[in-house]
């Protein structure tokens, strides 16, 4: 497909930390983030303690409910009838609600556990329900364990915009590093992959009476089609773009800051790094106008994957014609023409040279800015590239050189950004420490 002028946009995949699917640089690797738009629910503690959280479906408020954790709990139990259920979250949300509902509990509240992080979804529940991050359900379980008599109030406030959190890299969202070729980073990408609203074939409600029929899905099968229709749009804008310059204009004019101005999240809410955000979140009007994009050829793909040692006919296969590498050229991972930089480390300095061609204003130059990872100092020669018309390529080098001894598979971070009065041009470094 690329080899034919088609840009491969996957799913980087839904394991989390567990490792990434769809590695190869030939393909946009595509990881998942909320968007700002919630339907949310509040708990209200007895101890008057608000606690937000989001739901698919909205139900008249409830009165004061006795508040009950049965751990272990078991269908049927009926204990709970009557009375506000903390449920851990596991799979199978709305199941979890319906059990609750048969055993005659009045309304639930689903707690994430700590992998889950702070990534709630707005799934349809059958009795009037809420999921809850893992720190607010911490504090649920505080004010459980700080009272004899403890009860809870709901209320369902519909959709609300503009979380100025957004967007949050979903729990589930897979990270990198890539294992398979640890020289080039992945994933590459992330966009809207949680809570999206669309048409679906038949109400999920089971309701016959209605041809309004929608469904809201969360998943990197989410992000994926976003960045898809992305890449449409630019094949549409520029037919002439490779798909390589596709990619990279989408990269290299991602941005890292979330609606408050903030570093992107991850489901801990703390700063998400690169191996989970790749070159950031995608900003499709800046992606039309890029000012330089990194192109690859189909040959360059070649050299790449005879550098990596694999047996003739593997690559003969992946190419789609008889290969032998003794008689090609091959090259390191890090050296394919990447809007983004992967690095390994030993102790043994590495430089690698990277194109640049001007689809952005004749008469043209760019200054470079490198914000070098930590143990690692950065080299760029030269410092200003110029392009006099459109179409012009320029060259550089960088050389990476550790300057600290870091712990075995420690990861840092950095970027080298080529901008101009018009223009940024952004790409991140990701450096692993192997020994």
Request: with cysteine; proline share 7%.
């Amino acid at each position: 497909a690329m080899q034919r002028g088609i840009i491969i946009s996957c799913s980087a995949g839904n394991g989390g930390k567990r490792g990434l699917a769809n590695r190869a640089p030939w393909i946009m690797t595509v990881g998942a983030s909320t968007i700002d738009r919630k339907i949310t629910a509040t708990v209200v503690l007895g101890n008057g303690e608000e606690i937000e959280g989001e739901t698919g479906k909205g139900f008249p408020s409830t009165g004061k409910l006795e508040l009950v954790y049965p751990w272990p709990f078991f269908p049927g139990d009926t204990s709970i009838r009557g009375k506000m259920v903390v449920r851990e979250n596991q799979k199978g949300k709305s199941d979890s609600g319906q059990v609750v509902k048969d055993a005659g509990g009045a309304a639930m509240i689903l707690i994430n556990t700590y992998d889950q992080g702070d990534t709630t979804f707005d799934d349809p529940h059958v009795l009037p329900a809420l999921q809850i991050g893992y720190a607010d359900g911490l504090k649920i379980i505080a004010y459980l364990n700080s009272t004899s008599n403890p009860t809870a109030t709901m209320s369902f406030k519909g959709t609300v915009i503009g979380g100025g959190r957004a967007p949050v890299v979903a729990a589930f969202s897979s990270r990198g590093p890539n294992k398979a070729s640890p020289g080039i980073l992945k994933p590459d990408i992330i966009g809207p992959g949680v809570n999206i609203l669309a048409a679906w074939p038949f109400s999920v409600e089971n309701k016959t009476d209605t041809k309004s029929t929608f469904n809201i899905i969360s998943g990197t099968s989410m992000s994926c089609p976003h960045l898809s229709g992305v890449a449409a749009l630019l094949k549409s804008a520029h037919p002439d773009w490779s798909p390589a310059a596709i990619k990279s204009a989408i990269m290299t004019t991602a941005y890292q800051e979330n609606l408050k101005g903030n570093p992107i999240e991850d489901e801990s809410l703390q700063p998400a790094n690169v191996f989970a955000i790749g070159s950031g979140h995608v900003n499709p009007s800046r992606a039309n106008d890029p000012g330089l994009v990194y192109d690859i050829l189909p040959d360059d793909y070649l050299q790449y994957l005879c550098g990596l040692n694999y047996p003739n006919q593997e690559v003969s296969i992946l190419v789609g014609r008889k290969v032998d590498c003794s008689k090609e050229k091959s090259i390191p991972e890090a050296q394919l023409n990447y809007p983004s930089f992967s690095i390994v480390f030993g102790s043994t300095p590495q430089t690698y040279t990277r194109t640049l061609t001007n689809v952005g204003k004749a008469n043209s130059s760019y200054d470079v800015e490198i914000v070098s990872p930590d143990g690692v100092n950065v080299k760029v020669e030269p410092k200003k590239l110029v392009f006099p018309k459109l179409g012009d390529k320029s060259s550089y080098s960088v050389t990476f050189t550790r300057t600290t001894k870091g712990a075995i598979n420690s990861t840092t971070q950095g970027f080298i950004r080529w901008y101009s009065a018009d223009y940024s041009v952004r790409s991140p470094i990701a450096v692993v420490f192997k020994d």
